[in-house]
């Protein structure tokens, strides 16, 4: 049986007030993929730090490495490859187990191996879609059943701004980011009746380990970019956090630019 959640998880009418820099996630529970670094990393210390019980999905055998020592309290780590059904509905069954109930997911797993179009072989291809795409495709499939028994839920995806740029050494992670804010506006129609919402992040150059960028790489990039500056983990973890507070309650099939005005997303 589904445990009741709190009263705040009723809709939010004109008369309420309503914190939405630091949305109140006290008695939320949530799951976050790829969540061992980087954004996922930062999104569940943001999460946690608002008072949400967050699992945190990071590959089986990646160890403490990963940055899965760094979680704060409210946090516990679920292994599990998004690529592989089993391996994720056994994700869903334990942090359910743990938690009791979902309130929100964030599909952040992702991968980007460069490689130019006409040397993009199908194994990376293969392995680029089915963990940013299919990936999310299948979290949310599990997400979905249980948010639909509630009649509430928020699931979040995070995207890029290649879906709407294109890439020159990344047409397989476009593809595949191009995929996702389609597939959020697709899940934000058919489950908005469950009292479901379903929206996108879509982060432009973000500070966190990428292959040829230091420092000094990032401090060019941001010269390129309306704010001065690429983005933080943090930054993004921001725009989730709205989106899955109640402030952010009336806003479904959305796609929010966190890219520092570099991409006027529509």
């Known amino acids: 049986m589904i445990p009741e959640g709190p009263a705040s998880r009723r809709p939010v009418g004109p008369t309420d007030l309503v914190n939405p820099v630091a949305p109140d996630l006290t008695g939320r529970t949530a799951l976050v993929t790829g969540g061992g670094s980087g954004i996922g990393l930062a999104v569940a210390r943001t999460l946690a730090g608002l008072g949400a019980r967050v699992a945190v999905n990071r590959l089986p055998g990646a160890g403490t490495g990963s940055g899965a020592e760094e979680l704060p309290a409210g946090c516990f780590s679920v292994e599990a490859d998004v690529r592989d059904r089993g391996q994720v509905a056994a994700m869903f069954a334990e942090a359910r187990h743990r938690l009791g109930r979902l309130d929100i997911l964030v599909n952040n797993a992702g991968v980007f191996p460069r490689a130019k179009f006409l040397e993009l072989d199908e194994e990376t291809w293969d392995h680029v879609l089915d963990t940013n795409l299919k990936g999310a495709f299948l979290c949310a499939q599990e997400a979905a059943a249980l948010m639909m028994a509630q009649r509430s839920g928020r699931i979040v995806n995070v995207a890029s701004s290649a879906a709407f740029t294109g890439s020159p050494k ?37 500070r966190t380990g990428q292959p040829g960028l230091d420092d000094e790489g990032f401090a060019a990039k941001g010269k390129e970019i309306p704010l001065g500056r690429v983005a933080s983990p943090q930054d993004v973890a921001y725009a989730v956090a709205y989106l899955v507070g109640d402030a952010g309650s009336y806003l479904t099939g959305q796609t929010i630019g966190v890219n520092g005005g570099a991409v006027m997303v529509p």
């Open 170 to 206: 990344g047409a397989h992670y476009a593809a595949s980011k191009g995929g996702l804010v389609a597939l959020g506006k697709s899940l934000a129609r058919a489950f908005a009746e469950y009292g479901i919402t379903v929206n996108t992040v879509a982060p432009g150059v973000t």
